[in-house]
């Protein structure tokens, strides 16, 4: 079990929610399991938005359920069109494509990468679809609004995607972003946050 000085994810949702306020928008781009997915929903309260993206169907069945249990608001969308409603929307899909869908401008992201705990290990998240929502992402995201992501580096392909997305944070423009790093240093495989506040 982690600790609290190395607990990466925990660092993610604390940096996060001290930009999120009751009826903020926040996006979830790897809703996994649902536990970023309802610190966000918690976070933003009953007045504020959230939309959770998966490619796998189990995950979001887990999301749904997770969320169902603490008696937050869940919705499915399948049209890019759809307007969002207050509560979590999930989405299956692959979260490359969040340009597609009709969204405001986020206070937070959040992505979780790698592969979905309790899943099928082979099926990861690949650097260049990741890349492309990160793009995205910060495109979208609001003035004083941060962008969160968990990288692990340990699994197949894992490496090349830490790659591609320290190559994606680094290149951001210093006049706009704000970028932080936390990693375990004495621990070469240990996953690590990549953490970018917009400026302006």
Known sequence: MSSALSNIVAWSQRLLCEVLTRGDFAIDLTAGNGYDTLMLAQAVGTQGKVLAIDLQL????????????????????????????????????????????????????????????????????????TVAALKTGCELLACGGRIAVVVYPGHPGGRCEAAAVEGFFDALDVSRFEVLRIQVTNRQQAPFLLIASKLV
């Open 58 to 129: 189990p995950a979001l069945k887990n999301t749904a359920r997770r969320l169902a249990e603490q008696g937050v608001q869940v919705h499915s969308v399948v049209n890019p069109d759809s307007s969002l409603v207050c509560g979590v929307s999930l989405i299956q899909a692959n979260h490359a494509d969040l340009k597609k869908w009709q969204v405001p401008s986020p206070r937070a992201i959040i992505a979780n990468l790698g592969y979905l705990p309790g899943g099928a290990k082979e099926l990861v998240t690949r650097s260049e679809t």
